[in-house]
């Protein structure tokens, strides 16, 4: 087990001094939306307990449903009482005390006129300072209408403070779409202004990639092609489609996983060291590892795309019902709930090591996680109870029970030279006196903040979807060979999975 010294609660020590941002205003576009309350809203508590909200702080909530500041108000109290029952009354009118609602349809230029009025009351009486943050927590079909309208009633500039905004994913459902999307935007805000939120990417462990590679000079010399037999990034759940059938059915796992979520991981686990710690110094490396990504073969693609979709089966001892018997899904529907990709990186220090990535619903549990298998010694001196020696692995557990595990050999005490595999576990829990923070609460304090590491950029989107689309246009464009759905609920997903491995000795991970 791994014990670190602790410290202090660094809020006492003032070493959080530098993150508390400046004054703003934040607009949510969909506020009446389940992230509003389930996300957004308790990750500005979070902050605002931690002292890390701006004194000076102001949400406007906007979207179609006709409701008052305080029904709003109410929805968003009631939300949060789910996560924290010990909420009280005083408590929660000092932190939504400048929360407002207006209703107002997205693409009604009257809308954005009376928001200009507000956010001027809100620098006037609140000391907010002209700096604005717009957060699209809307369907994809609607940023074009917001956008537009933003940049006509000139909430875009930043003549009297900053002025950014924050775009969900999916960002566009295809290379063709992100690259429109992307030039709308662009006529509207800067770069600079434009954050593409991928949660993930705040997730504490998926941070952690980079302190581990960064951090520890151990790491550096074995990272590498000559050292590391292969990758795999997985991210597993046991739900199904559940409510989002609707949305599935035009998305499937590629665009609501890989393109975004998986990618982004391996672009952390393989890019090359920045030369600072700096959002473009950053991007600049992820988006070389996304222009490396070697074209898929067409002509060969199940050699390294394999599609799934859940059929019935039992999880935890119930029987759950197949992707094509849920709500609203079409009863024969190609639509993939699981997908495995093996990708090669053409640069000098992956070439030839397979970075295997699957996803998938309906699988026997929730997690995700890394694990980075090493080559096996050159020479096999010893002997084991179970035939041959156990593979070095590095797994990093991004989700639940985070932390990192080493994965080696030892010998086992006694007369004869044998050895056996232990485990060297670093866990966050009971490591760490401070509790891991929600993904959106780092992400939103950083908007304000003004810092875009852990934020998309245009050109990583684009280059991430110009990789997935030969996949991505087949897929959609040939029926799948075999019976569909080729695995049952609560299995690890089809088998053609496991012969894309090639070699005997790589095999799936059974979490």
Same mark, same amino acid.
């Given at each position: 087990?791994?014990?670190?010294?602790?410290?202090?609660?660094?809020?006492?020590?003032?070493?959080?001094?530098?993150?508390?941002?400046?004054?703003?205003?934040?607009?949510?576009?969909?506020?009446?939306?389940?992230?509003?309350?389930?996300?957004?809203?308790?990750?500005?508590?979070?902050?605002?307990?931690?002292?890390?909200?701006?004194?000076?702080?102001?949400?406007?909530?906007?979207?179609?449903?006709?409701?008052?500041?305080?029904?709003?108000?109410? $929805?968003?109290?009631?939300?949060?009482?789910?996560?924290?029952?010990?909420?009280?009354?005083?408590?929660?009118?000092?932190?939504?005390?400048?929360?407002?609602?207006?209703?107002?349809?997205?693409?009604?230029?009257?809308?954005?006129?009376?928001?200009?009025?507000?956010?001027?009351?809100?620098?006037?009486?609140?000391?907010?300072?002209?700096? $604005?943050?717009?957060?699209?927590?809307?369907?994809?079909?609607?940023?074009?209408?917001?956008?537009?309208?933003?940049?006509?009633?000139?909430?875009?500039?930043?003549?009297?403070?900053?002025?950014?905004?924050?775009?969900?994913?999916?960002?566009?459902?295809?290379?063709?779409?992100?690259?429109?999307?992307?030039?709308?935007?662009?006529?509207?805000?800067?770069?600079?202004?434009?954050?593409?939120?991928?949660?993930?990417?705040?997730?504490?462990?998926?941070?952690?990639?980079?302190?581990? $590679?960064?951090?520890?000079?151990?790491?550096?010399?074995?990272?590498?092609?000559?050292?590391?037999?292969?990758?795999?990034?997985?991210?597993?759940?046991?739900?199904?489609?559940?409510?989002?059938?609707?949305?599935?059915?035009?998305?499937?796992?590629?665009?609501?996983?890989?393109?975004?979520?998986?990618?982004?991981?391996?672009?952390?686990?393989?890019?090359?060291?920045?030369?600072?710690?700096?959002?473009?110094?950053?991007?600049?490396?992820?988006?070389?590892?996304?222009?490396?990504?070697?074209?898929?073969?067409?002509?060969?693609?199940?050699?390294?795309?394999?599609?799934?979709?859940?059929?019935?089966?039992?999880?935890?001892?119930?029987?759950?019902?197949?992707?094509?018997?849920?709500?609203?899904?079409?009863?024969?529907?190609?639509?993939?709930?699981?997908?495995?990709?093996?990708?090669?990186?053409?640069?000098?220090?992956?070439?030839?090591?397979?970075?295997?990535?699957?996803?998938?619903?309906?699988?026997?549990?929730?997690?995700?996680?890394?694990?980075?298998?090493?080559?096996?010694?050159?020479?096999?001196?010893?002997?084991?109870?179970?035939?041959?020696?156990?593979?070095?692995?590095?797994?990093?557990?991004?989700?639940?029970?985070?932390?990192?595990?080493?994965?080696?050999?030892?010998?086992?005490?006694?007369?004869?030279?044998?050895?056996?595999?232990?485990?060297?576990?670093?866990?966050?829990?009971?490591?760490?006196?401070?509790?891991?923070?929600?993904?959106?609460?780092?992400?939103?304090?950083?908007?304000?903040?003004?810092?875009?590491?852990?934020?998309?950029?245009?050109?990583?989107?684009?280059?991430?979807?110009?990789?997935?689309?030969?996949?991505?246009?087949?897929?959609?464009?040939?029926?799948?060979?075999?019976?569909?759905?080729?695995?049952?609920?609560?299995?690890?997903?089809?088998?053609?999975?496991?012969?894309?491995?090639?070699?005997?000795?790589?095999?799936?991970?059974?979490?």
């Amino acid at each position: 087990m791994v014990t670190p010294v602790l410290l202090e609660n660094p809020l006492r020590q003032g070493l959080f001094s530098d993150r508390v941002p400046p004054p703003c205003s934040l607009v949510i576009y969909g506020a009446s939306g389940d992230l509003t309350a389930r996300k957004l809203v308790p990750a500005l508590f979070d902050l605002y307990q931690k002292h890390l909200l701006p004194t000076s702080f102001s949400l406007i909530g906007i979207s179609r449903s006709k409701i008052s500041d305080d029904e709003f108000k109410q $929805r968003l109290k009631e939300s949060l009482k789910k996560t924290e029952p010990q909420l009280s009354d005083a408590l929660w009118n000092s932190f939504s005390q400048n929360f407002h609602y207006m209703a107002g349809g997205y693409d009604d230029a009257k809308t954005y006129q009376a928001l200009s009025k507000v956010l001027d009351d809100m620098d006037k009486d609140n000391g907010t300072a002209g700096n $604005r943050i717009y957060y699209l927590s809307t369907p994809p079909e609607v940023f074009e209408d917001i956008i537009s309208n933003l940049g006509a009633a000139g909430l875009s500039k930043e003549d009297k403070g900053f002025s950014r905004i924050v775009i969900e994913k999916p960002f566009g459902r295809d290379l063709d779409s992100a690259k429109e999307l992307n030039l709308k935007v662009r006529e509207v805000f800067q770069e600079h202004q434009i954050y593409r939120i991928d949660h993930y990417l705040g997730k504490e462990t998926v941070q952690n990639l980079l302190v581990m $590679r960064f951090a520890n000079s151990i790491f550096e010399p074995i990272w590498d092609r000559r050292h590391v037999d292969h990758v795999q990034i997985t991210a597993s759940e046991e739900l199904g489609v559940g409510s989002r059938a609707g949305y599935y059915e035009s998305s499937g796992i590629l665009r609501d996983m890989f393109q975004n979520h998986l990618f982004q991981v391996m672009c952390l686990i393989a890019m090359e060291p920045p030369v600072a710690y700096d959002a473009d110094a950053i991007r600049n490396e992820k988006l070389k590892i996304l222009k490396s990504i070697r074209p898929f073969d067409t002509h060969a693609l199940d050699n390294w795309a394999v599609r799934g979709q859940y059929g019935p089966g039992y999880l935890e001892g119930a029987k759950v019902p197949g992707y094509r018997q849920e709500e609203g899904v079409n009863p024969k529907s190609i639509t993939p709930t699981y997908a495995a990709l093996k990708i090669f990186l053409d640069t000098w220090r992956w070439h030839g090591v397979p970075f295997l990535l699957r996803s998938g619903k309906r699988l026997p549990k929730r997690a995700t996680e890394v694990a980075i298998q090493f080559k096996e010694p050159p020479n096999l001196l010893f002997k084991t109870n179970v035939g041959g020696l156990s593979p070095n692995v590095l797994v990093v557990r991004i989700q639940p029970d985070e932390g990192i595990t080493l994965k080696f050999e030892t010998k086992v005490p006694g007369m004869s030279m044998e050895a056996r595999t232990v485990n060297m576990d670093f866990s966050y829990g009971s490591s760490f006196a401070e509790g891991t923070s929600e993904a959106y609460e780092r992400l939103l304090l950083d908007c304000m903040l003004g810092d875009a590491t852990l934020f998309i950029r245009g050109d990583e989107a684009e280059a991430a979807w110009g990789a997935l689309m030969p996949v991505l246009t087949q897929w959609e464009t040939t029926e799948p060979a075999g019976d569909f759905p080729n695995y049952e609920a609560g299995s690890w997903g089809p088998v053609a999975a496991d012969r894309m491995l090639e070699k005997p000795w790589r095999k799936w991970r059974r979490l």
